[in-house]
Nanobody, 115 residues
Framework: QVQLEESGGGLVQPGGSLTLSCAAS????????MAWYRQAPGKQRELVAI???????TNSYSVTGRFTISIDSAQNTVYLQMTSLEPEDTAVYYC?????????WGQGTQVTVSS
């Protein structure tokens, strides 16, 4: 069973930066892609960033230029670098890994942007 563990959340002031980490229990090259989602109170979970894993080229997508997804294959970890954070970014952030049609989720890490 794939396990994903997020870390790095916390309280940050508007305009600040934060980097989230998601450590996988197995070699990330077993995954087709990895992604970050977030869910704010009263809202649906939404995709924040996604990247394919393995292959000769890495393709990634983020909903905003303020966020960057990256991987460290040596650490079996995917990161989400967030800059210029806004109060609207406050949410629980989840890591997701996919193997074919199977999706695996972490428990989430809270990010609160407030002065």
């Amino acid at each position: 069973q794939v396990q994903l563990e997020e870390s790095g959340g916390g309280l940050v002031q508007p305009g600040g930066s934060l980097t989230l980490s998601c450590a996988a229990s197995e070699n990330i090259f077993n995954f087709n892609d990895m992604a970050w989602y977030r869910q704010a109170p009263g809202k649906q979970r939404e995709l924040v960033a996604i990247t394919n894993v393995g292959g000769r080229l890495t393709n990634s997508y983020s909903v905003t230029g303020r966020f960057t997804i990256s991987i460290d294959s040596a650490q079996n970890t995917v990161y989400l670098q967030m800059t210029s954070l806004e109060p609207e970014d406050t949410a629980v952030y989840y890591c997701r890994a996919r193997i074919l049609t199977d999706n695996y989720w972490g428990q989430g890490t809270q990010v609160t942007v407030s002065s």
